[in-house]
């Protein structure tokens, strides 16, 4: 089992920054893939970005790329989404997810993901 807490999520200004940070238990997270999904309201849940379990390729969606940067720390169990530029369609919780050693690492659907945090919302004002 594998259990993810989601926390730095806050109200900023366009162009502003947040961090993301993700704690996840068990000993078994430096084997797993992780990921951010977010969901704005009255809009469907989607990905944000992934990152391999060694830390070493990450891959982004397409409306975050450049601005978005996920990272992670197998020692202490933590993985964090730095948000730079950000805009007011960013706007949405943030859900930190995990998923078991598959036969591919880039993994864009929910279903992809067996593990799901409670959230943390980002709301970016104009």
């Known amino acids: 089992q594998v259990q993810l807490v989601e926390s730095g999520g806050g109200l900023v200004q366009a162009g502003g920054s947040l961090r993301l940070s993700c704690a996840a238990s068990?000993?078994?997270?430096?084997?797993?893939?992780m990921g951010w999904f977010r969901q704005a309201p009255g809009k469907e849940r989607e990905f944000v970005a992934a990152i391999r379990w060694s830390g070493d390729s990450t891959y982004y969606a397409d409306s975050v790329k450049g601005r978005f940067t996920i990272s992670r720390e197998n020692g202490k169990n933590t993985v964090w989404l730095q948000m730079n530029s950000l805009k007011p369609e960013d706007t949405a919780v943030y859900y930190c997810?995990?998923?078991?050693?598959?036969?591919?690492?880039?993994?864009?659907?929910?279903?992809?993901?067996?593990?799901w945090g409670q959230g943390t919302q980002v709301t970016v004002s104009s």
């Open positions: 068990g000993r078994i997270f430096r084997t797993y893939a």
């Open positions: 997810v995990a998923s078991p050693p598959r036969n591919r690492w880039v993994l864009t659907s929910q279903s992809d993901y067996d593990y």
